[in-house]
């Protein structure tokens, strides 16, 4: 059974920084398309990014929102994925889920929650 | 970049009508990723489409979805109270990815 539990939300000041976690179970994830999305409070589902399977050497892409600030990275010996935000600001206050795409059918986690605020 | 454009954005039916969503892109989509969730309060989105017309494990057979290039539907065959929420398609075949605005159905 596939499961992604994400794991390090928390209440962070604006400007600061925060990592957030994504363990993956049932899947070998370095063989898989991974996303980070996020929903703000009351709001609908934004994509913040993009990791490409390791075949395809991990290749990032991010939302213009989040471009320069945001990193994504993986750790294949944890079978994890990692979602680096910096300069934090308060409109980034969202829930962040992380998907994993295997044969074109999305699994999601349940999400971890990020407060910017002073 | 793919914007998707859902209709209507509210809806308000009753338990055992029958409903279409419509999902569409501003380009034509060259992969069949697309898929559709539907999310209720506190909870995390719950996949019921996948590649445009594939169900979701665990989806009832009252959910189906169809359609190619720019334009999509969901339609659910006859409507029980588990199924009000609020309704989003995504593509998710090319970068960046893309969800619809979402529509909210309501019981009547």
């Known amino acids: 059974e596939v499961q992604l539990v994400e794991s390090g939300g928390g209440l962070v000041h604006p400007g600061g920084s925060l990592r957030v976690s994504c363990a993956a179970s049932?899947?070998?994830?370095?063989?898989?398309?991974m996303d980070w999305v996020r929903q703000a409070p009351g709001k609908g589902l934004e994509w913040v990014g993009r990791?490409?399977?390791?075949?395809?050497?991990?290749?990032?892409d991010y939302a213009a929102s989040v471009q320069g600030r945001f990193s994504i990275s993986r750790d294949e010996s944890k079978n994890s994925l990692h979602l680096q935000m910096n300069n934090l600001k308060t409109e980034d206050t969202a829930l962040y889920y992380c998907?994993?795409?295997?044969?074109?059918?999305?699994?999601w986690g349940q999400g971890t929650l990020v407060t910017v605020s002073s | 970049d793919i914007v998707l454009t859902q209709s209507p954005g509210t809806l308000s039916l009753s338990p055992g009508e029958r409903v279409t969503l419509s999902c569409r892109a501003s380009q034509s989509l060259t992969t069949k990723n697309l898929a559709w969730y539907h999310q209720k309060p506190g909870q995390a989105p719950r996949l019921l489409i996948y590649d445009a017309s594939s169900t979701a494990t665990g989806i009832p057979d009252r959910f189906s979805g169809s359609g190619s290039g720019t334009d999509f539907t969901l339609t659910i065959s006859r409507l029980e109270s588990e199924d009000f929420a609020v309704y989003y398609c995504?593509?998710?075949?090319?970068?960046?990815?893309?969800f619809g605005q979402g529509t909210n159905l309501e019981i009547k």
């Open positions: 995504q593509q998710y075949g090319v970068s960046p990815i893309a």
């Open positions: 998907v994993a795409y295997i044969e074109g059918y999305p699994y």
């Open positions: 049932g899947l070998s994830s370095s063989d898989h398309e």
């Open positions: 990791t490409k399977e390791k075949i395809n050497r991990y290749t990032t």
